[in-house]
C-alpha cells in the first residue's frame, strides 16, 4: 500500500513525458494527416543536443536548452521540406514507410555520432538540474516533477489556445479539414504545415529536457520505443485530439508505472506491452479514441 | 473596366477537350451568368480560374493582368474567390471561425507575436472579429456565429460559403451553383444578397447555376456553354431565347 503513491508520481512524470511527445504526434496527424514516426527520435536528438551542451561543452543551463529546441525544430522542419513534402499528395503507405526510414537514418547518425566521440552510445547525464523537493507524510515530491507537470499542463492549454484563438491555429484547422478549400481561401498550405512541424519538434525538445532531467541517460534507441507509447498514447485519447494526448498520455504512463510496480518479477519485464493490451481493449471498445470525433462517411 | 477576359482558355484531360477556345469579357459590377448542360465544362472553367487546373490553351486576365499559370494561393491574392458546387465549409469550425480563417491575409500577425500574445495579436484578432461580424451580418448568419459550420441548415451553408470567398477581399468573384438545393424562398433571398454584395461590394460575379429563374432573373450576361465549347453568349433574354440554346437544353 507504501508504494500506491510514489507509483502513481512515476506514472504521472512519465506520463506527462508521454504526453508532450504524444500532443506533436496528434498534431502532425491531426494537420498535415500524416504519421511521423520519426518524432520520437526527435526527442533522442534533443536529448544528445543537451548532453553535448552540458557535458561537453559546459555551457549555461538556459542556453543548452534554447539550442535544444532550436536544433530540433530545425530537425523537423528540415525533416518535412525534404522527406515529406515531396510525397505529399502521393500514398499514406509511401510516406508512412518514409517516415519509419527517417526515424531509422536519425538513430543511425546518433549511434555513429556517439560511438565516434564517446565511444558508446547510451550515456549518462550527471544530476543538471536540481529543484529541491517536497515531502508531505513519507512521500517526496522532487521539484523536477512539479516541474515536469506543470510543464505539460502549460503546454495543453496553450496548445488549445494557439489552435483556437490565432490565425495560424485557424489555418492550421483549415488545412486539417480541406487542403484544397484552404489554399482557395489564400491559407498557404505549405507554410502551415512547415510550421506544424516546427511546433511538434519543438514540444520533442521539451520533452527531451524533461526526460533528461529526470531519467538522467540519452541512447540512440530512447525515442523509438518512447515515441511508440507516445503514439500509442496519442491514439488512446483520440489521435488529433490535444486534450486527448495528454489524458491518453497519462494514463499510458500510469498504466506502466503500475504494472512495473505491482506485477510479480516474472512477468514485470513484460511492462512495456501491457499498456498495449489496454491501448488494444480500448480500440475495440471505441475506435474513435477516448476523445477522438466520430467520423462517419456520407454515403 | 474589363474586369476578368479569357482569351482562347482550354484545357485537355488525355484526349478529351474539356473546355476549349473560350472567350469571355466581364465588365466591372457585372452579374454573369455560365450556364449550359451537366458536363459542359462549367466548373473545369471555374478550376482554371482559380489555379487549380493550369490550362492547356490560352490565357486569362484579371484587371489587365496575366493570372495565367499562378497557384491558386497567388490567384487568391490577386482577388478572385470562390465557392464549391458541393459545400466545402471547414465542417467542424465555427461559422465565425470559417470567416476569419479567410481574412487571413488581409491582417498581419506573425507567429511570434501570436504565441507570446502580444498586443499585436489582440489588435489584430479583434479587427478580424469585427471584419468577420459584418460579413455575417450581411447574411443574416450573426446569430450562429458560433455554430459548427456543419450544423448550420443547408442553404445558410451555401451563404457561409459565399460569405466565407468575400472574407477574401476579392475584386471578382465566382460562384458555383450557389442555389442548388435550396427552396424557392431561400433562393429568392439568395437572389437578393447576391443583388446586396454586387451594390454594396462593389463587386463583379460570375456564377455558374441551373436554376433558370435565378439566371433570368439576376444576370446581366451570359454564356452558354456545351462539350465545352462556346453555344452562346450575351445579353441574358437574347441568350435564353437563341434557338440553339433551346435545343442544348431541352433537346430537338
Known amino acids: ?299 | 473596366m474589363t474586369v476578368l477576359e479569357t482569351k482562347n482558355l482550354g484545357i485537355d484531360f488525355g484526349g478529351l477537350h474539356a473546355v476549349s477556345e473560350l472567350n469571355l469579357k466581364i465588365e466591372q459590377g457585372m452579374l454573369y451568368g455560365l450556364i449550359g448542360p451537366n458536363g459542359a465544362g462549367k466548373t473545369t472553367v471555374f478550376n482554371i480560374l482559380t489555379g487549380v487546373y493550369k490550362p492547356t490553351f490560352g490565357t486569362f486576365y484579371l484587371n489587365g493582368e496575366n493570372l495565367t499559370g499562378l497557384s491558386p494561393i497567388e490567384i487568391n491574392k490577386k482577388g478572385i474567390a470562390r465557392t464549391f458546387q458541393n459545400i466545402r465549409l471547414f465542417g467542424n469550425m465555427t461559422v465565425e471561425q470559417n470567416v476569419m480563417v479567410a481574412l487571413h491575409n488581409e491582417f498581419n500577425c506573425n507567429l511570434f507575436e501570436s504565441i507570446f500574445r502580444l498586443p499585436r495579436h489582440f489588435k489584430v484578432e479583434k479587427q478580424m472579429h469585427k471584419k468577420a461580424t459584418e460579413l455575417l451580418e450581411v447574411f443574416g448568419l450573426s446569430k450562429e456565429k458560433d455554430v459548427l459550420a456543419c450544423n448550420l441548415p443547408y442553404g445558410k451553408q451555401r451563404k457561409l460559403e459565399i460569405a466565407r470567398a468575400l472574407a477574401t477581399n476579392p475584386k471578382l468573384l465566382l460562384l458555383d451553383e450557389p442555389a442548388a438545393g435550396m427552396n424557392p424562398n431561400e433562393t429568392a433571398e439568395l437572389m437578393d444578397n447576391i443583388r446586396f454584395i454586387r451594390d454594396n461590394f462593389n463587386m463583379t460575379i460570375l456564377l455558374i447555376e441551373h436554376d433558370m429563374k435565378l439566371v433570368s432573373g439576376i444576370c446581366d450576361e451570359l454564356t452558354v456553354l456545351n462539350f465545352g465549347t462556346l453555344l452562346a453568349s450575351g445579353k441574358t433574354t437574347e441568350v435564353l431565347n437563341n434557338p440553339e440554346v433551346i435545343t442544348a437544353y431541352l433537346g430537338e
Open chain 1, 1 to 299: 500500500m507504501e508504494k500506491l503513491i510514489p507509483t502513481l508520481i512515476d506514472g504521472l512524470n512519465l506520463g506527462s513525458v508521454y504526453a508532450l511527445v504524444a500532443l506533436g504526434y496528434t498534431m502532425v496527424y491531426g494537420i498535415a494527416k500524416m504519421l511521423n514516426f520519426a518524432h520520437g527520435d526527435v526527442i533522442m536528438v534533443g536529448a544528445y543536443t543537451l548532453f553535448v551542451c552540458i557535458t561537453t561543452l559546459h555551457l549555461p543551463l538556459w542556453l543548452t536548452f534554447i539550442i535544444a529546441i532550436l536544433v530540433c525544430s530545425v530537425l523537423g522542419f528540415i525533416v518535412e521540406k525534404l522527406a515529406y513534402k515531396p510525397l505529399r499528395g502521393s500514398s499514406p503507405l509511401a510516406v508512412l514507410i518514409t517516415a519509419i526510414g527517417v526515424s531509422y537514418l536519425l538513430q543511425n547518425l546518433a549511434l555513429l555520432f556517439a560511438n565516434t566521440k564517446y565511444g558508446m552510445d547510451k550515456q549518462f547525464f550527471s544530476s543538471f538540474l536540481n529543484l529541491g523537493s517536497l515531502k508531505i507524510g513519507n512521500v517526496t515530491i522532487s521539484g523536477v516533477d512539479f516541474l515536469i507537470w506543470i510543464t505539460t499542463a502549460v503546454i495543453m492549454v496553450g496548445m488549445m489556445l494557439f489552435i483556437k484563438k490565432t490565425k495560424t491555429g485557424r489555418a492550421m484547422l483549415a488545412v486539417s479539414e480541406d487542403k484544397g478549400a484552404a489554399q482557395l481561401m489564400g491559407v498557404n498550405v505549405n507554410k502551415t504545415i512547415s510550421i506544424t512541424f516546427i511546433i511538434g519538434s519543438a514540444l520533442a525538445a521539451i520533452a527531451s529536457i524533461l526526460f533528461a532531467a529526470k531519467y538522467q541517460f540519452v541512447e540512440s534507441t530512447m525515442g523509438s520505443l518512447f515515441g511508440i507509447k507516445a503514439f500509442a498514447a496519442a491514439v488512446f485519447g483520440g489521435i488529433g485530439s490535444i486534450p486527448g494526448a495528454v489524458i491518453g498520455g497519462v494514463i499510458i504512463g500510469i498504466i506502466e508505472a503500475f504494472s512495473t510496480a505491482f506485477l510479480p518479477g516474472s512477468v514485470n519485464a513484460a511492462s512495456d506491452g501491457f499498456a498495449f493490451v489496454i491501448l488494444i481493449i480500448m480500440l475495440v471498445l471505441k475506435p474513435t479514441g477516448l476523445l477522438g470525433k466520430q467520423t462517419t462517411e456520407k454515403v
